[in-house]
């Protein structure tokens, strides 16, 4: 396994008389060390760029402080730029929990990525972690 780093992201969250900003750290480990996650903000949503090599992995990211996002998007994509096209195989799970299941009409492919919004359900109970794992059937 391979520890990626951690990542500080300033996550703008809306409240009634405007916004105030929170800061959320991420440990990132990929099975491959050939494979990396980027992190990127936009709102009140992180984004999780996986680049892979193979278009077979997995990773863990871990919130050391802060909280999770008010939304989460893993974004799919090849090294050369090339986006995921069918994931045969997408798995998610949080710190203990079994694998859930993301419904097909969160995958979102554009011509860059293959980008899927994880259900919030994941995160409940205070998950520290989560796990991913995947296979893009047309590697």
Known sequence: MRILGIFQLAILISGCGGSSARTAS??????????SIQVSARGDTTIFIV???SGIGAATIRVNDGN???KTI????????????????????G????DLSVRHDKFQPTPKSMD?????EIF????????????DAYR
């Open 124 to 135: 409940e109970g205070s998950q520290p972690a989560i796990e991913l794992s995947w296979i």
């Open 26 to 35: 991420y440990e990132i480990t990929t099975r491959k060390s050939e494979d």
């Open 95 to 98: 710190h203990g929990q079994r």
């Open 74 to 93: 893993v974004s799919f994509r090849y090294p050369d730029g090339r986006a995921f096209v069918s994931l045969e195989q997408f798995i998610v799970r």
């Open 68 to 70: 999770w996002p008010a």
């Open 51 to 53: 680049i892979s090599l």
């Open 116 to 120: 899927i919004e994880l259900p919030m």
